[in-house]
């Protein structure tokens, strides 16, 4: 079955870097475009960043643009987030989540989550 | 980018009820591209409806997705307890987005 494990979270200070892991198992990795999505603390989800199958591809939400990072390694099946110069606003639940391979555009199956809280 | 508006914020109903969920993009979007999620409490969220209509695996009958260009809505017939969660409707028009959610409560 399809498993999307999360890792990396903690706490850091403002300003400093941390890199979240997704390692997939249950289906062929190299096959699908992943995301990274996050939630702050009892607000919605908000989509973070998109990778290509084969990671040609890479988009962004605007608030992270620049200072966030997705890469894939297809060889290790896990999906990565580098996240640099980090806000306050940056506190969330960071989830990763497969694009179905319709082309149409939405999540199939998502992670449990790793938690990511900026404070000084 | 699209915007999507979702009503009522919260529901509370009783077992055995319908619960009728709305999700208003600001702009006419493809049902295509219209996808409905679920999020228990301290749960990740799981696909329930993409393409509008089409029930993701495993999602029981009792769930169904309906609607077009601007209007899309979940309905979720025969209410159980196991239901309380919040639905988030999702698109994707340049980028993806997520409605702000709506709390379904089972009384």
């Known amino acids: 079955q399809v498993q999307l494990v999360e890792s990396g979270g903690g706490v850091v200070q403002p300003g400093r870097s941390l890199r979240l892991s997704c390692a997939a198992s249950g289906f062929t990795f190299s096959n699908y475009a992943m995301h990274w999505v996050r939630q702050a603390p009892g607000k919605g989800l908000e989509w973070v960043a998109i990778?290509?199958?084969?990671?040609?591809?890479?988009y962004y939400a605007d608030s992270v643009k620049g200072r966030f990072t997705i890469a894939r390694d297809n060889s290790k099946n896990t999906l990565y987030l580098q996240m640099n110069s980090l806000r306050t606003e940056d506190t969330a639940m960071y989830y990763c989540?497969?694009?179905?391979?319709?082309?149409?555009?939405?999540?199939?199956?998502w992670g449990q989550g790793t938690r990511v809280t900026v404070s000084s | 980018e699209i915007v999507l508006t979702q009503s009522p914020g919260t529901l509370s109903l009783s077992p055995g009820e319908r619960a009728t969920l709305s999700c208003r993009a600001s702009e006419s979007v493809s049902s295509s591209y219209l996808a409905w999620h679920q999020q228990k409490p301290g749960q990740a969220p799981r696909l329930l409806i993409y393409?509008?209509?089409s029930r993701a695996s495993g999602i029981p009958d009792r769930f169904s997705g309906s609607g077009s260009a601007r209007d899309y809505t979940l309905t979720i017939s025969r209410l159980e307890p196991e239901d309380s969660a919040v639905y988030y409707c999702q698109s994707w028009r340049t980028s993806y987005t997520f409605g702000q959610g709506t709390k379904l409560e089972i009384k």
């Open positions: 989540a497969r694009e179905d391979r319709r082309g149409w555009f939405f999540f199939d199956f």
């Open positions: 990778i290509s199958y084969d990671e040609n591809k890479k």
């Open positions: 393409g509008a209509s």
